[in-house]
């Protein structure tokens, strides 16, 4: 557990070794990179094994930064950051396996990821807001780069609008966090002080500064109608970084919304829990619709993330124990998912026939020509629309048991989504791999495919087993997850807002 | 009344003498030794003379440190002073840095010797504590800088950028001086402490509000406050890079410590109330207007610019409505949030300002799209250029960032207690918000920049630029004090 900080200084080493590896040779830098992907990943595995579960957050590091101002550099941990901290690691590993294939500036590709990872570690371990937010931001720059430089379409439109959308958010975030701080008597920014201090806040300083720090983080989480962001960036951005911003970097945006706005303005968020939560539906229904309509491959996965966000939004705002550990298992689980469906997409589809357009696709025999892919996205799909056995099931079932203890009509409504979601994951299995699958018996031979396309290499099939085996394991055992995080949940820090909490 | 302590002054002006003394060698080993020499290796040699003099001005002015009051309270060395000074001398040692990247000037011992002048000029400011020398030390820096901002015979815009910032700063030199006339005046005294006292005793009488408005005109122009912003742009256009870089840096440094001490310690007393609840007239409501409107201004002008130095004008606009806010908490929360955010601002401006110089003598460099491609033409460029313009966008570790946030928070924090400034809800806590809002904005045109130095490819036949190594090592000094300084921030406001 003691050793978690590391995953943060490990992965900036790694950044700049990365870089410098880069300068030598473009296999340096890929092997430093996944070293060091690996190291961190390992750190938080031993920690997890050597894990206790616990309400307590455990403190990691503690010790003054700017005295002043009340500042601590505080590393802590509890169940919800070790579940998200091993998602970063496998999320990170995975990501690094589907790049191997980048060969234009790759030093300094590896390094911006690993910086990405580094910002993205640090905000899972950071117990005092101050932190977490220089985290939070470190993590934006290194996505516009890595959109912009290795990305595909419209990708200096895609790279402007995801920095721009996260920026704004981080200001709404520091401009709450400050007021709170001022407010509170400016005597620290660890969130059990901030927490104390917005106890004495009155309602109406509650619900403004719930409004600005929660819809801070909920524009990076995604929340309709702030998602429109997320579609474009990730369709943008290469395999590897759309595997993490829809896998590790969303979850920062739900991270911040679950300990930082919600536990520190409790009446603020009483007061937002209806639209939130009708938001929260709004985006799992509309952009669930939209990636129904796509002709786009990469969009119906952009779009399927939004509405798989709006899960764990939804479970959040029900602000029940169970809801909520149903969100942070959808953040588990949805991070694996989308990672392995943008691997797909992105990977060994488009760099191989390199077009995405439904239309094009459905000309190929795609399930022939890239059996593995097939597989895997049937798999993939399977677990997306939340089929039992995959990580998906349990944890949106979770998240709607919960809902439905808070309002029955919420957890209706969502209930749909799931019906769309197996629509659009259907749709784009049949059309992307088995378009031409009823002429397949007339012509068995790929003869009409002139160019006979590469076969997966040995790293892509590397990344698709530990995804497809992390959703499959946390589908088949949940509670190896849930035990650690529901007692987390049940911690005096969350209880002041979550409810049904008594062990 | 006691003697006076003639001894007690030289020491506290040793570092003075060493910059006059450095200037003077310059001069002489340029005119006696070097004349036959390349402008190259005049200039070499001049920068080594003068870095020598700044680096034994740092220490002579760390070994006089903090004296208190000097020679009847002409100079007060308190810390604001030794902090200021020190920064202003490092900032000077940052622009010859930045002048060895440049191809050199028809005159480099000059061009040196003078911006040693300034220098001079910057750290009688730090400390001036008297309305006379507060007005000789702005002049003597000013009209070094008229020159220093003309210096480039061979191009008219630098001709016309001195024109414009002289007829500005003359204009303002003389408001100034006006303003002071009515203070000594109503005061019947030139030291500030003295005017502080007298004028806490007596109501506002109708003939102060003239001599505010009047020393607020010089204010904002000397900070680059909208709607005194006009000559920055095409100042730092037109002007020699280095010059542009003293400019936006040292000179800023050094107003500002002058202001912020001409007006709280001097004019604190009818600074006025901006709490909605009881507003009175003072500075400090016309404070507010000139933040606001520098961050509108710059923010949004910054937007539609497509020359990287008038980018960098409109950026230091904006940062200058930061400064005001600031100056506006220095009052209550103390220099220390001002004078990291001035410091550091000063690091990372000129930092940009020597990628630009580099540039410069190969190839131009005055539209944002001759950056392009610069990852290749040069990675060590790019990457400080990176450090710079994210310290100046006010991203996390980076200094620029913990500048903004210490300003902010105490803008936020404070007001509660002493009424005048009005809290979280009050004016400077609502500017502090606007603030907080426009850096969205900013970070915008910001990444625009990097974005043609990171991103995009290389122009047609753009060769690989080499980077001279005082230059290369000046860029890569900025670069790490800001990234330090980011991460330890105590080390500089802990002095306070």
Redesign the interface.
């Given at each position: 557990m003691n050793a978690l900080p590391c995953t943060i200084y490990v992965s900036f080493t790694g950044a700049l070794l990365a870089l410098l590896a880069g300068r030598v040779s473009a296999a340096a830098a890929r092997w430093v990179a996944l070293a060091t992907a690996v190291t961190a990943w390992g750190l938080t595995l031993s920690a997890a094994a050597h894990f206790v579960p616990a309400a307590a957050v455990q403190t990691l590091v503690d010790a003054p930064w700017v005295p002043t101002l009340g500042i601590r550099y505080h590393l802590a941990a509890d169940g919800i950051s070790l579940t998200l901290v091993v998602l970063t690691g496998l999320a990170a590993t995975a990501g690094i396996l589907f790049s191997w294939n980048i060969k234009e500036r790759t030093g300094e590709f590896f390094a911006l990821y690993l910086a990405l990872i580094g910002g993205v570690y640090g905000v899972f371990l950071s117990a005092d807001v101050f932190l977490l937010f220089v985290f939070y931001e470190i993590a934006i720059v290194p996505k516009y780069f890595l959109i912009a430089n290795w990305g595909s379409t419209r990708r200096e439109y895609g790279a402007m609008k995801l920095a721009l959308y996260s920026f704004a958010g981080s200001a709404l975030v520091l401009l709450g966090v400050l007021w709170a701080y001022a407010a509170g008597g400016s005597h620290g920014f660890g969130l059990t002080d901030l927490a104390t201090a917005a106890a004495g806040f009155t309602r109406g300083e509650q619900i403004a500064m719930f409004a600005l720090v929660f819809l801070g983080f909920a524009v990076l989480a995604g929340m309709f109608p702030f998602h429109t962001w997320a579609p474009t960036g990730h369709v943008a951005a290469p395999t590897g970084a759309s595997m993490l911003l829809a896998g590790v970097v969303m979850k920062l945006g739900a991270y911040g919304c679950l300990r930082v706005a919600l536990p520190l303005f409790p009446i603020g968020f009483a007061f937002w829990q209806p639209c939130i939560a009708w938001l929260a539906i709004i985006g799992i229904l509309y952009a669930g619709f939209v990636a129904l309509v796509q002709d786009d491959f990469k969009f119906v996965i952009g779009y399927s993330s939004v509405s798989h966000m709006g899960f764990v939004l939804l479970g959040l705002a029900a602000a029940n124990v169970r809801a909520a550990s149903g969100a942070v298992l959808q953040m588990f689980s949805h991070g694996v998912i989308a990672g392995l469906l943008f691997a797909v997409v992105g990977r060994m589809v488009y760099e191989r026939t390199h077009t995405r357009k439904l239309a094009d696709l459905r000309l190929l025999p795609l399930h022939r020509l890239l059996p593995f892919a097939a597989v895997t996205f049937v798999l993939a799909g399977l677990a997306s629309m939340g089929m039992p056995g995959f990580s998906g099931f349990p944890a949106e079932l979770t998240i709607l048991i919960g809902v439905w203890t808070t309002s029955r009509i919420w957890a209706l409504a969502a209930a749909v989504g799931v019906l769309v979601a197996a629509a659009f994951t259907l749709r784009a299995i049949q059309v992307s791999f088995f378009g031409k699958v009823e002429t397949a018996g007339e012509s068995p031979a790929p003869a009409d495919h002139a160019h006979p396309l590469d076969p997966i290499t040995l790293p892509e099939k590397l990344g698709t087993v530990l995804l497809l085996g992390a959703t499959i394991l946390i589908g088949l055992k949940p509670d190896l997850l849930l035990g650690w995080i529901t007692p987390a949940l049940q911690s005096p820090f969350f209880q002041t807002v979550l409810k049904g909490g008594t062990p | 009344m006691n003697p006076p302590d003639y001894a007690g002054l030289a020491r506290a002006l040793l570092p003075e003498a060493a910059l006059v003394l450095g200037a003077l060698l310059v001069l002489g080993l340029d005119l006696l030794f070097f004349r036959k020499h390349s402008r190259e290796s005049r200039l070499r040699s001049a920068v080594a003379i003068g870095a020598l003099a700044v680096v034994a001005a740092i220490g002579l002015n760390l070994r006089v440190g903090d004296a208190g009051s000097v020679f009847g309270g002409v100079l007060v060395l308190d810390p604001l002073a030794v902090a200021a000074r020190v920064g202003v001398l490092l900032l000077t040692l940052l622009t010859f840095g930045v002048a060895t990247g440049t191809a050199p000037l028809r005159h480099p011992a000059e061009y040196i010797a003078i911006i040693l002048f300034a220098t001079v000029g910057f750290t009688l400011m730090a400390a001036a504590q008297q309305l006379l020398l507060v007005f000789l030390a702005l002049e003597l820096a000013s009209l070094s800088l008229y020159v220093l901002v003309g210096f480039d015979h061979a191009r008219p815009e630098s001709a016309e950028a001195a024109l414009k910032y002289f007829l500005f700063g003359g204009m303002s030199a003389a408001f100034l001086l006006f303003g002071f006339s009515l203070l000594y005046g109503l005061t019947g005294s030139i030291d500030l402490p003295a005017i502080g006292a007298v004028l806490a005793k007596h109501d506002p009488q109708p003939l102060l509000l003239v001599a505010l408005t009047m020393v607020l005109v010089a204010f904002g122009f000397k900070a680059a406050a909208a709607p005194f912003h006009l000559w920055a742009p095409d100042a730092y256009q037109g002007a020699p890079t280095p010059s542009a870089a003293l400019l936006a840096s040292g000179s800023k440094l050094a107003g500002l410590t002058l202001f912020v001490r001409l007006l709280w310690p001097g004019l604190g007393s009818v600074a006025g109330h901006i709490n909605p609840k009881y507003i009175s007239p003072g500075w400090l409501p016309v404070v507010v207007l000139l933040a606001v409107a520098s961050l509108l201004v710059g923010n949004f002008a910054a937007l539609a610019q497509t020359n990287i130095r008038r980018l960098l004008a409109y950026s230091a606009i904006a940062h200058a409505g930061v400064m005001l806010v600031g100056v506006m908490i220095a009052g209550s929360a103390g220099f220390?949030p001002l004078f990291y955010y001035a410091a550091t601002y000063g690091i990372s401006t000129v930092g940009a300002f020597g990628v630009i110089a580099v540039l410069e003598g190969r190839g131009g460099c005055q539209r944002i799209t001759d950056l392009a491609g610069l990852?290749r033409r040069s990675p060590l460029l790019a990457g400080c250029l990176l450090v710079f313009v994210?310290s100046l966008a006010g991203?996390?570790?980076l200094a620029g960032?913990?500048g903004k946030?210490?300003i902010?928070?105490d803008a936020?924090?404070i007001g509660g207690a002493t009424g005048e400034i009005g809290?979280?809800t009050g004016p400077v806590?609502r500017v502090?918000?606007l603030a907080?809002?426009l850096?969205?904005v900013a970070?915008?045109y910001y990444?625009a920049v990097?974005?043609q130095a990171?991103?995009a490819p290389p122009a047609e036949g753009a060769a690989p630029v080499r980077v001279p190594l005082a230059a290369a090592l000046t860029l890569v000094v900025a670069a790490v004090l800001l990234v330090l300084l980011g991460l330890f921030?105590?080390v500089l406001?802990?002095g306070f």
């Open positions: - | 220390a990852h994210l991203i996390p570790p960032f913990f946030f210490y902010f928070a936020l924090s809290g979280a806590g502090a918000v907080i809002l850096s969205a970070f915008y990444l990097l974005k990171l991103v921030p105590t406001i802990n």
